[in-house]
């Protein structure tokens, strides 16, 4: 794996009188269908108390074993976040987390009876109108917003990612499959705070191209994808019937998912990320950069 790093380090800010943790008010329940095992998974969310963080706890299993929502922990990235120990796993973790990241939520407790989130329609719309439903709760303890003072680089092959210091969190996004004119070059660019979240970045459905996943579904390995829960693009056509909800909604997925998997540094922070044809494997390896050299500032 190649990277290139600067001298950068994070600084925390002031902490402002409304910057309060939050949990939900109250449990959420409900169930889904899996993108990948196709199974029916039943999910509850849980409050937490003041610096839990986001924890995994799989109800299914002999004493209901818990996973830390971290960076640390992820095991795999075919296609979706999997978290991991020597007690369980949970897979598709990222549309759930950036629906928490973004609404603000600090502290919870997600219980679930099986391996996977529920993919509900490939967006995190199903999750933030279950939370928002629920209503969040300020808590007492503040938070900390860490600053960014230095650009911080990761590339390998064609994929980059840049972060710039910046007072507010900005992802801008560049998406590019050369050999399909559906995907052919896509560009977005967002302040992420709940408004924005909620009106242009949680609607956007996940993607596939049907040449790229026919081997997967042959073998048994997308039992849950459909399209119902995912845009399919086949022969350069979009296969879903409504056709796409924005006419770049792939690039708008895209930073879906790379708010999710960025949660995984437990931490708020500030700053512009620009990412060229990232995907998991890349958000995983950038949000490991990011938290080192915060844990080295907070430490050191």
Request: with cysteine.
């Amino acid at each position: 794996m190649k990277s290139e790093k600067n001298q950068e380090v994070f600084l925390p800010t002031t902490i402002a009188a409304q910057q309060k943790q939050h949990t939900i008010k109250e449990n959420i329940e409900f169930s889904g269908i899996g993108l990948f095992t196709g199974k029916n998974v039943f999910i509850r969310l849980i409050p937490a108390k003041e610096n839990s963080g986001i924890i995994f706890r799989r109800i299914d299993l002999p004493g209901s074993p818990e996973i830390e929502a971290s960076v640390h922990n992820v095991v795999d990235t075919p296609r979706c976040t999997i978290l991991g120990n020597n007690k369980l796993i949970v897979r598709t973790v990222e549309h759930l987390l950036a629906a928490t990241y973004a609404l603000g939520i600090d502290n919870l407790i997600i219980e679930v009876d099986g391996d996977e989130i529920p993919a509900g329609d490939g967006s995190a719309a199903f999750f933030v109108e279950k939370i928002n439903n629920a209503q969040i709760q300020k808590q007492k303890t503040p938070y900390f917003t860490y600053n960014l003072s230095s650009t911080v680089v990761f590339s390998e092959g064609n994929m980059h990612m840049i972060a710039i210091p910046s007072d507010e969190f900005k992802i801008s996004y560049t998406l590019h499959y050369p050999n399909s004119n559906c995907l052919d070059a896509q560009y977005v660019s967002f302040l992420i705070n709940p408004k924005s979240f909620y009106e242009e970045i949680a609607f956007s459905r996940t993607f596939s191209i049907y040449e790229e996943i026919e081997p997967l579904l042959e073998k048994g390995i997308i039992k849950g994808g459909g399209l119902d829960n995912a845009v399919i693009i086949k022969n350069d056509k979009i296969l879903n019937p409504e056709g796409v909800r924005y006419n770049n909604e792939m690039a708008r997925h895209k930073v879906l998912d790379l708010i999710g998997d960025l949660s995984l540094m437990g931490k708020r922070f500030t700053a512009h990320i620009i990412a060229i044809k990232s995907g998991h494997f890349a958000n995983i390896s950038f949000a490991k950069i990011l938290e080192k050299k915060l844990k080295q500032r907070l430490f050191e």
